[in-house]
């Protein structure tokens, strides 16, 4: 899994990066945007530790050395990359304010954030840093923000209720695409893998006693198929959420 903590060592050049591309087309055709698509391209397919300078160059026809004018180095496409994405979360449908009620609106913001993550399954294998916030990045804020805008929230609150809704929403998918990742690596369904597994686990944990785990865990499993239900959750999760942030402001739905 790639660290996100390869930050950029100078943050003042990812700001002109990120604000003020290089506009001038080489005779290569090489451009920041096209640069980052290519890049994105590759994370996408194969993940982010596939994303080397020498596979981006390669991938454009160009030597290494004619990227970095653009890009100034790996963490900084990285960063391009993110911006990237984020600015397109909205554009397959209305940004959250035209969503309608409030709740409405945070739903949009979770959804469109899933399948976000879905498309862009590297987005959730970056731990967080000090990101420079982009214009893609900063749009996606203002978009976000207005969901919550004039619910009876301070800016303080609206803040974090947007974290809150972002980071049980990145959890889950990180959890749905790993679990996606093991399924497409075995040759066993879920189910299979725990009929066979499970006999060997009952012997050694024979004496143990976890009456409520096991109650509850069969439940999962005779309900799902699965050991857990991550996406189950995040419906739960997001549910209970809205309904506690229903009764903090005094709305009725």
């Known amino acids: 899994m790639a660290k996100r903590a390869e930050r950029p060592g100078d943050p003042i050049k990812l700001i002109g990066l990120l604000w003020r591309p290089a506009e001038a087309v080489s005779r290569s055709g090489l ?47 990285i960063e391009l990359m993110l911006d990237a994405v984020a600015a397109e979360v909205y554009a397959g449908g209305p940004p959250p304010a035209q969503a309608g009620a409030w709740r409405d609106r945070v ?59 972002l980071g049980l929403v990145s959890s889950t998918a990180r959890q749905v695409l790993s679990l996606r990742r093991i399924r497409e690596e075995s040759t066993l369904t879920d189910r299979q893998w725990w009929e066979s597994v499970g006999p060997v686990l009952a012997t050694a944990m024979s004496g143990a006693s976890y009456p409520i785990a096991e109650r509850v865990s069969t439940t999962v499993g005779e309900a799902t198929g699965m050991a857990s239900d991550p996406e189950g959750s995040l419906r739960f999760g997001l549910t209970t959420f809205l309904d506690g942030l229903a009764r903090r402001i005094g709305a009725d739905g």
């Open 107 to 165: 739903e949009r913001v979770a959804h469109a954030n899933w399948a976000c993550h879905m498309a862009h399954p590297w987005t959730v294998e970056l731990p967080p840093g000090r990101p420079v916030p982009g214009p893609g990045v900063s749009g996606k804020y203002e978009a976000e923000l207005a969901a919550f805008e004039g619910i009876g929230l301070g800016d303080m609150e609206m803040d974090q209720a947007l974290v809150a809704v």
């Open 31 to 77: 451009t920041p945007r096209r640069i980052t698509e290519a890049a994105i391209t590759v994370a996408d397919g194969e993940g982010i530790d596939a994303l080397t300078i020498r596979r981006i160059a390669g991938d454009l026809g160009v030597s290494p050395m004619a990227l970095y004018p653009y890009i100034a180095g790996r963490p900084e496409l």
